[in-house]
C-alpha cells in the first residue's frame, strides 16, 4: 500500500509520518502535485491559516490535481485545514476558495472569534464507530477557531461525526473517495491511532 | 472542548529536563524522552516543552533534534517554546510534529512577529505567554523589568490579535506548592475570552481541586508530576471522583 503525506510548506508533517509509520507503514512525503495520483490513500495535514495554506496549494497547483481525483479510488483523509479546502469557500485571513467537494463554507465558530482547543467527545455514526472499533461517542484532539458550515441539508448526510463547541462542529465527513476530519487523529492518543487503522483499511 | 485540561510543562536544558523554583535553581529532571512517553501512555491532555537553553543563550535556536525524537514517541498534542524568533524557526518547529508554539520574550520585543505568525500558522498555534511575578503587593510582568506595561491591559492586547490561548505563570509560586493566586486568577479571567492555561504553585490535589472549582480550563503542572508520586491517571482519577469533567 503507498501512502503519500502531502507537504505544502505548513503543518505538522512529521506528526503524521509518525502515527503512520508506528502503525507499521512506510509514509511517503510528497511535494509535488503531479505525482498524488501515484498512491493508494493519500492524507493532507494540516496546522495552517487558510488563506496561507490555499495560496500554496494553488501555486502548487495541489488544488487542481486533488479535484482531478474525486471520483478516483486513491482515499484521501484531509486533516483540520487539510479537510477544510474540501468546502467551497474558506473565509480565514480573506477569501479563498476550497475544491468545491463540499457545498459549504468555512467560518469562524463565532464573532470575536473563539478557539477550540481541548478534547472533545465526538457523536460518531454507530456503524462508523463499530468500524473505528471505539465507542460512538469518543474523545479526540481539537485545535480551531474556524469550522465548516454546510450550505445544504443534504451535505448533512455525508456528515458521520459531530463535536459540540458553541455550534454542531462537524467533525468527520465522508464523501466519495475523500475522508475529513476537523481533529487530529495523529495527536488523539489511541482513540486517534485506531482512527487511523480504520481509514488505511477505508475503500470508498 | 468539553474537557479540563491537565497539562506537564517541562523544562529542557542541555538534552535533559530540569525543574527549578522560580524560574532558578534549576535540578536535573531526567530524561525527556522517557518522560514524555510515561506522560503519552498516562493520558496527558497536553505537554508543554520550553527550551530554556534558548533563554540563557538569546542566539541560540531551538534543539531541533530532540524535537523531532520527542515528535516520533508522542501521540498527545505538543506546545513548544523557546527561541523562537522568526517565521522560518516556527514553521521548522511545527513541520517536525509540534502543533503549537509558545511565545513570550518575543511578544515584547517584536509584536509584528505574533502577526505574522497567525498569517501562517492560524491564531489556533499559538499561545502566548504572560510571565508574574508579585512586587509591593502589584502584579507584574516579569520580563518587564522597567515596569512600563500594565498587566491588564497586555492581556487585553494580546487577544485583539487574535492568538488562540494565553498561558499565564506565576513566576514567584512556581515550584513553592502554595497553590495558584486564585483571587487574582478570577480576576483577570473576567478579561480572557481566548482559551488559558495556568501555571505556578499547584502542589497538591486540593489545590488543584481548588483551581478547578474556579472554572480554569487547563493548568499547566511541574512540580507536581516531576519531583512527587502523582501521575496524571492518579490526579485525573481523583479529579474525576470529585465531580470534574476530566477525560479519562
Known amino acids: 500500500m503507498k501512502i503519500g503525506i502531502i507537504d505544502y510548506g505548513a503543518g505538522n508533517i512529521l506528526s503524521v509520518y509518525n502515527a503512520i509509520y508506528n502503525l507499521g507503514y512506510n509514509p511517503i512525503i510528497v511535494t509535488e502535485s503531479s505525482k498524488i495520483k501515484n498512491f493508494d490513500k493519500l492524507i493532507i495535514p494540516g496546522v495552517g491559516s487558510a488563506f496561507h495554506a490555499l495560496n500554496i496549494l494553488k501555486e502548487k497547483n495541489f488544488i487542481k490535481e486533488l479535484k482531478d481525483l474525486i471520483g478516483s479510488k486513491i482515499s484521501i483523509l484531509g486533516i483540520c485545514i487539510g479537510f477544510q479546502i474540501f468546502s467551497k469557500k474558506l473565509t480565514e485571513d480573506g477569501i479563498s476558495k476550497g475544491i468545491n467537494l463540499f457545498n459549504a463554507d468555512i467560518i469562524p465558530i463565532s464573532e470575536p472569534n473563539i478557539f477550540n482547543i481541548g478534547w472533545c467527545k465526538v457523536k460518531l455514526n454507530k456503524e462508523i464507530a463499530a468500524k473505528i472499533k471505539i465507542n460512538d461517542t469518543s474523545d479526540f484532539y481539537f485545535c480551531h477557531s474556524y469550522y465548516m458550515k454546510n450550505n445544504s441539508i443534504n451535505e448533512n448526510n455525508n456528515c458521520f461525526g459531530f463535536a459540540k463547541f458553541k455550534k454542531e462542529i462537524p467533525s468527520l465527513v465522508i464523501k466519495e473517495n475523500f475522508m475529513g476530519v476537523q481533529f487530529h487523529p495523529e495527536k488523539s492518543q489511541a482513540n486517534g491511532i485506531k482512527f487511523l487503522k480504520f481509514f488505511l483499511g477505508w475503500t470508498p | ?248
Open chain 2, 1 to 248: 472542548m468539553d474537557y479540563i485540561r491537565i497539562i506537564p510543562s517541562l523544562l529542557l536544558l542541555n538534552k535533559k529536563l530540569v525543574k527549578g523554583v522560580c524560574f532558578k535553581n534549576f535540578k536535573n529532571a531526567g530524561s525527556p524522552l522517557s518522560t514524555i512517553t510515561a506522560f503519552d501512555s498516562q493520558g496527558a491532555d497536553e505537554i508543554l516543552i520550553m527550551d530554556i537553553d534558548t533563554y540563557l543563550d538569546k542566539k541560540k535556536e531551538p534543539d531541533y533534534e530532540i524535537i523531532k525524537k520527542i515528535s516520533e514517541i508522542s501521540s498527545t498534542p505538543i506546545t513548544f517554546g523557546g527561541g523562537i524568533r522568526n517565521i522560518e524557526i516556527a514553521k521548522k518547529i511545527i513541520r517536525l510534529g509540534i502543533e503549537k508554539i509558545y511565545l513570550n520574550r518575543i511578544v515584547f520585543e517584536n509584536k509584528n512577529i505574533v502577526t505574522q505568525l497567525i498569517k501562517y500558522l492560524g491564531g489556533q498555534a499559538l499561545v502566548i505567554g504572560i510571565n508574574l511575578i508579585k512586587i509591593q503587593g502589584k502584579y507584574r510582568i516579569y520580563e518587564d523589568k522597567e515596569n512600563k506595561i500594565d498587566v491588564l491591559k497586555h492581556i487585553i492586547d494580546i487577544q485583539n490579535i487574535e492568538i488562540g490561548e494565553i498561558k499565564i505563570t506565576f513566576v514567584d509560586r512556581e515550584g513553592k506548592k502554595c497553590g495558584l493566586d486564585l483571587k487574582f486568577c478570577k480576576y483577570i479571567m473576567n478579561y480572557i475570552r481566548v482559551s488559558s492555561i495556568f501555571e505556578g504553585g499547584i502542589g497538591s490535589l486540593d489545590q488543584l481541586e481548588d483551581a478547578f472549582k474556579e472554572k480554569i480550563g487547563a493548568i499547566a503542572l511541574g512540580t507536581m508530576l516531576t519531583f512527587n508520586d502523582y501521575n496524571i491517571v492518579k490526579i485525573k482519577r481523583h479529579l474525576h471522583n470529585k465531580g470534574f469533567n476530566v477525560r479519562l
